[in-house]
Every structure is written in structure tokens, then in C-alpha cells.
């Protein structure tokens, strides 16, 4: 990929590339992206400001990533499952989990469906088989391995993808997980969003290979690399290792190149490490930009669209948000649930907060 | 019933629980065509086939990752590490995975695994094929931990195991697997976990142990009855959930412990047993508690006898703690 200074990069296509890239249905496929792009942008602000704020704890925005999560969450079907990192929780919206839910989530309420037992941006969604996600770098590789193992062991036709970024691939899980599955030959999808930051080592001192796809190789299958700022281009790549893994390929390995847009996270101050000329390559690759740019110049997008996808992402996430704040926190008995399946031992005096 | 070792018992609860449940199914480096290098899972592969018994790569992180991702989506993974002292690599996966899935998932991902792993000294095993690390497991919550001593025991608490909903780690006393022998019961035989065993009543003084620590416990109960010292000898069976109530009113009976590990001793399960002894009997006791415990050292090779408990270290404490009040 190039790197304009600061200047869009344009989508390269006629809509009669995109119909034969991503089927008959792309005008629809890329307004509802367009959409859920929006939805995870305003969110991410808003959250962004709210940390500033004090109102949550912490927040990992995922800007600039929009176009995997997006393309991953309309690609998959119900019976697939997401072992998810930390930039993906829109994976799980698109995928059916309600806002409400997941910002209740951010807040650590009560209505939490984890109870409020997470940091903010590590949701449980079983219901779109959305796993919990855990601070620990990696390890979701092997477990996405073994849920891909118990599907064929079942029979069942479901595949299952394993998110992370370009630091995991430093990490044990990510050798132990790919090695596993290519030995076994499972449908199991190794999706590397690299956004060419682990905090603040870039990827090039991360790994001495040209692509992190390549590693795929070592385990017996090819890897892919592909601009995962182009939701044309991730949501082919998706439809294709996905249709190829339910016909029993074996493991995939797409690495997406993006552009982390923000810090790390909340706690993170990237002027200590990013070269300055960081923030305006990262806009010239937008996706969300890109895409709306687009759409627009091909006449899939008009002003009054704009607005009105603005304004429900506005609303709704405003209205999630307005609800959270009036939720009590978890009670503190609640701290001694799910340790085990039931209590091996409570205090006899519940701490009171 | 039939008469058997402790591993071959381990080997029937295996093939009972993969007869009763065909989400059972086992993974682990060498257990299948081999049928692991104690046998604890021989013949499983031929009565079960290569989907249910898996051979994995060499990667303890991959075998309990799997096994975790296994679990995630409803089957019951019984994961083989093929010594304890080399389950470092997954105790990440371990620790931070498959203890916390329930809690930090708000009790919707449960993570019902199985850890067998032998564990102990005296096979002449040196640094890295005798260690005793089960403290490490107790720390942590969301884990349960359990260790037979007898091979009715290791089949009656592994079936136990494979029917729980919580993680289990099952640490099997491989110096003992083929000397302490028994009758077994046929079938689906459970011992329920947290019911500690009395091997022996006494009324002088409680020796607590569990797993390859009962026989040389026995023995030095056998000969302190000689001199009229009447020592009781409890097996805990499962270190979580442990116990209280029984050794507590043992003490309460006896007034004088011993508590028994071969494991190091400084932060070790002794430490743990003594306080809640210190803390729920103390003015039952007679004499300060006494732990009889392998030292503070890495596990040698030449000195193992000299590092792990025996009869005569265990009755040597046992007439300490007689000597006070």
C-alpha cells in the first residue's frame, strides 16, 4: 500500500467491479456497511468523550478498523463463532447483539451482561457467539482452534474466526493455534487486523517478515494480505475464505492492514512514540471516508441518506447511553456469582459498597 | 468390583466416562496411538477412535487452549498434560482463561475442562518429572483441585470430574500408580468432591495428607500405635473444594495436627490447611501445628529421598506435637 500525505485514498472501482467482487446484492451490502461504519464512529467519539469526562472507565476505540468489523459481522452466519480481541465489538452489533446492551456493558451496570465484571470494550455476547474477550494478548487463537475442532467433531457447519493484532503474532497462542490448525485441517479463520501498532512498538519491529500473512506458510497454508481500509476488498476476502472453509479448505490467515486512528486506548498518549506525519496517512486510508466518498460519487448516496444514517447513529447511541447512566451498578452479592457453577463459599457478611 | 491399579482405574474412569458421554473426549501429547507414557489412556484410541482421542503437536498452551475452545462450544474436553512439571507453557491458558471464563463472561461462557496431569517425586524423576505445584492451581479461584490417593479414588473422583460443571485439575500420584492397588466398583462410580477420607481414626493427633503422601502417613500412624500413640489420618481427596468441617473436627477431637505435602512449604496447601486450623480450632489445640513438607529447594535428582517426606519424618513430627501440653 502507498501512503498519500494526508490526501484521500479513493476506492478504485465501477459499481460493475463491485457486483462482480461482492455479489449482486452490493449496493445494499455497502449502504447497510456504510451504516454500521457510521454507527461505530459515533459511538467511539462519543465514548472517547465520555472517558474524558469520567463517565466509563476505560475505552478502546476501534477507529479506523470499521471496515473488518463491518465486513466480518455481514459475512458470518448465525452459526459461526467470534473469538474477538479488543477492537471488534462492533463484529458482535452487526452481528445482532443490541447497542443498549453492549453500552450497558461500557457502563458496568447492572444490565451489564457480564456483570459488570470487565473492563469497558471486553463484552460477552453469547447469543451472536460473540466469546468474552480477555486482556491477554493471543489467547483466543488456540480457543478459536478448539471451537473449529468441536464444530467438526459435530458435524456442524459453522466456522470459526479468531481476531487479533499484529502484536499477537508475537505471541504463544498465535504459533500454538496456527501449527494445531493446520495439522488438524480446520475451519478456523486467523483474522489479523494490523493496524501497525502493538501500543507503541510499530509492526516493523514487531516481526522481520514483509507480511505478518506470510506466516501462514510455515504452518502448511497460505495467508493473505489484504487493505482492510477497503470494504470492497475485505468483504470479497470474507465471503471468499468463508464459502472456501465451509467446503473443508482447512485454516485461512487474512492479515487487513489498517490504520489505528486513535491511541491505543484512554490511558495511551501516542505523541510519545507515532512520527507526526502518522494522523494525516492515517486519514488519507479512512475507511468510513473512503467508502462514503464513494458511494456518493457513484450515486448509492445521497445528502439525505448522509444525514439520516448520522442521525440515527446519534440517536441511538445517545438514547443507549442515557439509559445506562439511570442503571444501578452490579450488587455486591453479585461479586460471588459464577465464580463455580454454584458458591463453594460465600463470607458470611457481603461487603457493602 | 475388581482389583486394580491406580492408573489402571484412572484408564476406567476414561473409558466410562467416554462409554457414557460421546462429548467426552480426550487430548494430549502421546495418548492416543501410544496410549500415554504411563498407559493411563491405553486402549481408548481402538474402543474410541482418532476423533475422540487425540494425539496433539507438542505445545501444552495448544492442548488446553483447545481444550478451553473445545469446552466453549459444549464438549468435555479431558485434557493430558504429560507431567505437571511441564504445564507452565498453559498456565496462562490456564489461569487466566479457563479459571475466569464464567465470571468475567457473567456465567455465559462456562469452561468445563479437565486436567489430568501425574504429579510427585520418588521415580527418580530430578528437576522437571517429579514437582508438586498444586498450591499454584489453589490460588486461584474458579479452579477445582483434586488428587486420589487410592485407585478407587482416582476412578470415583475423575468420573466426579468429568460430570462437574467447574474446571478440574486432577493430579494423579504417579509414584504410586502401579504399587497402590484395590478394588474398584464397576461402572459409573463417583466420590463426591469436598468429602475428605478417613484412611485411619486415632484420638492422639490428626495426620493430614492426600495423594502419594497417605501411604508413608499410614505408616507412621502404624508405628506410632506400637508406642500407644493413637494417630487419626485423613485423606483430603480434594484440596478445592476442601473439607473444613472434617478436619476441623478431627483437630477438635485430637487437639494436635500434622499436616503432610510433598511440596515445597513456604506458601504451600500446609500453609493454607494450618491457618484455617489456627483460625476455626484453635482452642482445640494442644500443641503448635506441624507441616512435614518436601524443602525449599528445586526437586533434586540424587538427594529425592532426601527431600520428600517418609514415615519416619512423619512420625518424628507426630511425637513432637505428643511432646507439648
Redesign the interface.
Given at each position: 500500500m502507498t501512503d498519500a500525505s494526508g490526501s484521500l485514498l479513493p476506492l478504485p472501482y465501477t459499481p460493475t467491479d463491485v457486483y462482480h467482487r461482492i455479489g449482486p446484492e452490493a449496493r445494499e451490502t455497502l449502504r447497510s456497511a456504510y451504516g454500521w461504519m457510521i454507527l461505530g464512529r459515533t459511538l467511539d467519539a462519543r465514548m472517547q468523550g465520555l472517558q474524558r469526562q469520567g463517565r466509563v472507565g476505560f475505552y478502546g476505540a476501534a477507529t479506523g478498523h470499521e471496515a473488518v468489523n463491518v465486513a466480518a459481522g455481514l459475512s458470518t452466519r448465525k452459526e459461526d463463532w467470534i473469538f474477538p480481541g479488543l477492537r471488534e465489538p462492533l463484529v458482535a452489533l452487526v452481528r445482532g447483539h443490541p447497542l443498549p446492551r453492549y453500552v450497558q456493558h461500557l457502563f458496568a451496570t447492572a444490565h451489564d451482561p457480564s456483570k459488570g465484571r470487565q473492563m469497558p470494550c471486553h463484552p460477552s455476547a453469547s447469543e451472536v457467539h460473540h466469546v468474552s474477550i480477555s486482556s491477554v494478548i493471543g489467547t483466543q487463537i488456540t480457543h478459536a482452534v478448539g471451537a473449529a475442532w468441536a464444530m467438526r467433531l459435530r458435524k456442524a457447519s459453522g466456522v470459526a474466526l479468531a481476531f487479533f493484532g499484529d502484536g499477537a503474532t508475537s505471541a504463544n497462542d498465535f504459533h500454538a493455534g496456527l501449527n494445531f490448525a493446520g495439522v488438524a485441517g480446520l475451519p478456523v479463520v486467523f483474522v489479523c487486523a494490523n493496524n501497525q501498532w502493538a501500543i507503541s512498538m510499530p509492526v516493523e519491529r514487531q516481526s522481520a517478515v514483509a507480511t505478518l500473512a506470510q506466516k501462514a506458510s510455515a504452518y502448511g497454508y497460505s495467508g493473505v494480505t489484504v487493505d482492510g481500509t477497503d470494504i470492497v476488498a475485505v468483504l470479497e476476502a470474507f465471503q471468499r475464505v468463508l464459502r472456501e472453509s465451509r467446503e473443508g479448505s482447512g485454516p485461512h490467515l487474512i492479515e487487513f492492514r489498517v490504520y489505528r486512528m486513535t491511541p491505543h486506548s484512554s490511558s495511551d498518549d501516542p505523541t510519545r512514540y507515532q512520527p507526526v506525519d502518522w494522523n494525516a496517512r492515517a486519514r488519507a486510508h479512512d475507511p468510513v471516508v473512503r467508502l462514503e466518498t464513494w458511494l456518493s460519487t457513484v450515486g448509492w448516496l445521497d445528502d439525505a441518506d448522509r444525514a439520516g444514517y448520522a442521525q440515527r447513529a446519534s440517536e441511538s447511541v445517545r438514547d443507549a447511553i442515557a439509559e445506562a447512566e439511570a442503571t444501578p451498578p452490579p450488587s455486591p452479592a453479585s461479586l460471588f456469582e459464577d465464580v463455580f457453577s454454584r458458591p463453594l463459599s460465600v463470607p458470611v457478611e457481603i461487603p457493602r459498597i | 468390583m475388581s482389583e486394580m491399579t491406580l492408573v489402571q482405574a484412572v484408564n476406567r474412569g476414561l473409558f466410562e466416562a467416554m462409554k457414557q458421554d460421546p462429548d467426552v473426549?480426550v487430548l494430549g501429547e502421546d495418548v492416543g496411538v501410544d496410549g500415554g507414557v504411563f498407559r493411563a489412556t491405553d486402549g481408548l484410541i481402538k474402543e474410541y477412535g482418532a476423533?475422540?482421542v487425540i494425539d496433539?503437536?507438542l505445545?501444552e498452551?495448544?492442548i488446553?487452549?483447545?481444550?478451553?475452545?473445545?469446552?466453549?462450544?459444549?464438549?468435555k474436553?479431558v485434557a493430558e498434560i504429560q507431567f505437571l512439571d511441564f504445564i507452565y507453557?498453559a498456565f496462562?491458558?490456564i489461569v487466566?482463561?479457563l479459571a475466569?471464563?464464567?465470571?468475567?463472561?457473567?456465567?455465559?461462557?462456562?469452561c468445563h475442562v479437565v486436567i489430568r496431569a501425574p504429579y510427585g517425586g520418588g521415580i527418580k524423576g530430578g528437576v522437571y518429572h517429579s514437582q508438586s505445584t498444586e498450591a499454584y492451581f489453589c490460588h486461584t479461584?474458579?479452579l477445582?483441585v483434586a488428587i486420589p490417593s487410592t485407585p478407587a479414588d482416582a476412578k470415583g473422583l475423575l468420573l466426579t470430574a468429568i460430570h462437574?460443571?467447574?474446571p478440574v485439575m486432577f493430579f494423579e500420584p504417579k509414584r504410586i500408580y502401579r504399587t497402590a492397588t484395590g478394588e474398584v466398583p464397576d461402572g459409573d462410580y463417583r466420590v463426591p468432591f469436598?468429602q475428605a477420607r478417613t484412611v485411619r481414626e486415632g484420638e492422639h493427633l490428626s495426620i493430614f495428607a492426600y495423594g502419594a503422601m497417605i501411604p508413608p502417613a499410614s505408616e507412621a500412624a502404624a508405628a506410632l500405635a506400637k508406642d500407644g500413640i493413637s494417630a487419626e489420618v485423613i485423606d483430603l481427596r480434594t484440596l478445592?473444594?476442601l473439607d473444613e468441617a472434617a478436619a476441623v473436627a478431627s483437630v477438635e477431637k485430637t487437639g494436635r495436627a500434622v499436616v503432610v505435602h510433598e511440596a515445597a512449604r513456604f506458601c504451600g496447601f500446609g500453609a493454607e490447611l494450618s491457618a484455617i486450623l489456627a483460625e476455626k480450632a484453635f482452642y482445640s489445640l494442644k500443641a503448635p501445628i506441624l507441616r512435614v513438607t518436601g524443602y525449599d529447594t528445586p526437586f533434586p535428582y540424587a538427594l529425592e529421598n532426601v527431600y520428600l517426606p517418609n514415615a519416619a519424618r512423619i512420625e518424628a513430627a507426630a511425637r513432637a506435637v505428643m511432646q507439648e501440653g
Open positions: - | 473426549l476423533e475422540r496433539t503437536p505445545s498452551t495448544g488446553i487452549g483447545t481444550a478451553v475452545g473445545m469446552a466453549l462450544y459444549g464438549l474436553p507453557p496462562d491458558q487466566s482463561e475466569k471464563f464464567r465470571f468475567r463472561s457473567g456465567g455465559q461462557y462456562p479461584a474458579g477445582k462437574d460443571e467447574d469436598g478445592v473444594p
